[in-house]
């Protein structure tokens, strides 16, 4: 009995150290893995259709810059943590009331080149965070599906917003919604 109780004195405290490190490095991980990482992916806004620029310059239309300031106001306490334009300027002036609000200078990306985008949003230093990319109708439903998004489909509308939710366990979550003037 003697050596029962001997025995117990000495794991209890055993026990407990390990319980306190075990605790300790689930909060780690919980802290620094966070569970999910949301990627905001839209369409620029009304580009300038008369417009006798180069396509890599041609700028938003009135339509546009109102767009892109109501972007602006329903991503205005969301925390973005980080905007993705393409080096065409509509990509660039649709993101400027939203960058300028949260201070960030948005990541220029190449539109051909998805695999950079992708490889750069999955990136430990995004993980958690809220990223926009702001993209055009033809890259928008690649970006989508290459996120687990699935198929979408934007068309010629400038107002569709798809919201993921990036879980690190499970499947990714989508949610289609629109914003600004009505079509």
């Not at 806004?45 to 329903?74: F, I």
């Not at 609000?101 to 985008?117: F, Q, Y």
């Not at 230093?125 to 970006?143: A, E, L, S, Y």
């Amino acid at each position: 009995m003697a050596n029962e109780t001997t025995l117990a004195k000495r794991l209890v405290p055993l026990v407990g150290g390990l319980s306190l490190l075990l605790l300790v490095v689930v909060v780690f991980i919980c802290w620094y893995y966070p569970s999910h990482t949301t990627v905001v992916v839209l369409r620029h806004a009304e580009k300038d259709t008369s417009s006798t620029q180069p396509d890599d310059l041609v700028p938003l239309n009135p339509d546009g810059v109102a767009r892109a300031a109501t972007l602006s106001q329903v991503m205005e306490r969301s925390g973005v943590t980080a905007i993705y334009v393409t080096e065409k300027l509509r990509t660039q002036q649709t993101a400027d009331p939203l960058a300028t609000s949260r201070g960030i200078t948005p990541t220029r990306i190449n539109k051909a080149n998805t695999d950079d985008l992708i490889n750069d949003v999955l990136a430990a230093r995004n993980r958690g965070g809220v990223i926009v990319i702001i993209g055009h109708n033809d890259t928008v439903p690649d970006i989508v599906d290459r996120l687990g998004g699935g198929a979408v489909t934007v068309g010629e509308q400038f107002d569709n917003l798809f919201v993921l939710t990036l879980r690190r366990w499970g499947t990714t979550r989508i949610i289609q919604a629109t914003y600004g003037a009505p079509r």
